[in-house]
């Protein structure tokens, strides 16, 4: 069964730290690798989509990382900033159809 | 670039009513899709279009959910008649196709049914 496993399931922090997030999948045949950025009450916005070869992309301060071998990525945020308080969520494209298998977001929250 | 508009942005129905929502995507893109996402999960696929072709419905809750795309363009989710569990924010996204990476969300409609 095709599976995305975020940790953590939720996160606080303070303010300029700089935190990492989890993902695990089990997609296949494996196509794409994005994380996205949720606000409450939004719709998800895309920050880095990562290809097979691809094993860091980064955007700002958001740098995501791929180990297509140990099906693993993880996405590090530097100087957390208020504003980065949201859900961000990994997704998998399969293959051809660019079909997308979503985990179910890590809550992040940046506190003063 | 504009991005995929959706409307309304909230709506608020008692069970047994009927809703529709509607998707403006991305000029040119060819791909429509509308997801339901309830709350504290990740969105969840319902329909896929390909111009104006279905292309997956499989997680499609055919006995009360509908969806068009006439003139492959604007896009049309209806739900009849609506059930407490259907409370959720429905999210429409659109693409330029098959393999392309610039896939982009609306803000979705939060659906409230009571």
């Known amino acids: 069964k095709n599976q995305v496993e975020q940790s953590p399931q939720s996160l606080i922090i303070l303010e300029g730290k700089n935190c990492t997030l989890q993902c695990n999948y089990t997609v296949s045949p494996f196509s794409n690798l994005r994380w996205y950025k949720q606000d409450t009450g939004r719709g998800p916005v895309s920050l880095t989509i990562?290809?097979?070869?691809?094993n860091t992309k980064s955007n700002g301060r958001y740098t995501a990382t791929l180990d297509a071998d140990t099906k693993q990525s993880s996405l590090h945020i530097t100087a957390s900033q208020l504003s980065d308080s949201a859900s961000y969520i990994c997704v998998v494209s399969l293959g051809e159809g660019n079909k997308l298998t979503f985990g179910t977001g890590t809550q992040l929250k940046v506190e003063l | 670039e504009a991005g995929v508009a959706q409307s309304p942005r909230y709506k608020i129905i008692e069970k047994r009513q009927s809703v529709a929502f509607w998707c403006n995507p991305i000029s040119g893109h060819a791909t429509l899709y509308w997801y339901q996402q309830i709350l504290g999960q990740g969105p969840k696929l319902l329909i896929q279009?390909?111009?104006?072709?279905?292309?997956?419905d499989s997680q499609l809750p055919k006995d009360r959910f509908s969806a068009e795309r006439l003139k492959g363009v604007d896009s049309t989710l209806k739900i009849q008649p609506a059930k407490l569990e259907d409370s959720a924010v429905y999210l429409c996204?659109?693409?330029?196709?098959?393999?392309?990476?610039?896939?982009?969300f609306g803000s979705g409609t939060r659906l409230t049914v009571v």
């Open positions: 279009f390909q111009n104006n072709g279905v292309v997956d």
């Open positions: 996204a659109s693409s330029s196709g098959t393999g392309d990476y610039g896939y982009t």
């Open positions: 990562m290809t097979f070869s691809e």
